[in-house]
């Protein structure tokens, strides 16, 4: 699958190996090439929507091939902020491929199942099979964060342990 992005923009988001990435001089909502600024070009919203319809349809054949060759599986994490799009991307992007090889999986706060693991337990046990899509809305990167932001998610009764004993 290639990626429809103009060659310019390509060019302002590559970090050459082995180079830094030099994170506080990229911006993060704009590109240096200005090519959508070229007369004749349309709306940024008409060329997305442009784009997300070509998308759809060779996502829907990667996944095919994919599911055919049984050998790869592909875990898409979506990790941001509260209201930051994750939810959106997973509708407006996702209905291009058959929901029986994907599965979204969105972490909450953890069962006590899951309180009964370590905290990368539930994420690995939640890792697509060969041949699926899976996508995590939120990783396990939030998982070590938070519980020391808020510790009151681990205080409170004592989950079962693995042989129904507290």
């Known amino acids: ?13 590559m970090v050459a ?3 830094p990435a030099d994170l506080e001089h990229r911006s993060t ?6 090519w959508l600024d070229a007369k004749g070009t349309p709306s940024p919203k008409d060329l997305a929507e442009e784009d997300l319809a070509e998308f759809k349809d060779e996502l829907s054949r990667a996944q095919e091939l994919l599911y055919a060759s049984g050998t790869y599986a592909l875990l898409v ?3 941001a902020l509260d209201a930051a799009g994750k939810d959106g991307i997973i509708k407006h992007v996702m209905p291009g491929v058959n929901p029986q ?5 969105a972490f909450k706060r953890p069962s006590a199942e899951e309180l009964n693991h370590d905290f990368l337990w539930r994420c690995q046990s939640a890792l697509p099979e060969s041949g ?8 396990y990167y939030e998982e070590v964060f938070v519980t020391r932001v808020h510790p ?3 205080e409170g009764p004592a989950p079962p342990t ?3 004993h507290r």
Do not use: P, W, Y
């Open 1 to 13: 699958m290639r990626v429809k992005l103009h060659k310019k923009v390509i060019d302002d988001l």
């Open 17 to 19: 190996l082995g180079e």
């Open 29 to 34: 909502t704009v590109t240096k090439s200005g």
């Open 77 to 79: 994490v979506l990790q």
């Open 101 to 105: 090889g994907c599965k979204v999986v």
């Open 132 to 139: 699926r899509i899976g996508i995590f809305n939120r990783s």
């Open 152 to 154: 009151a998610i681990l």
């Open 162 to 164: 693995r042989h129904g």
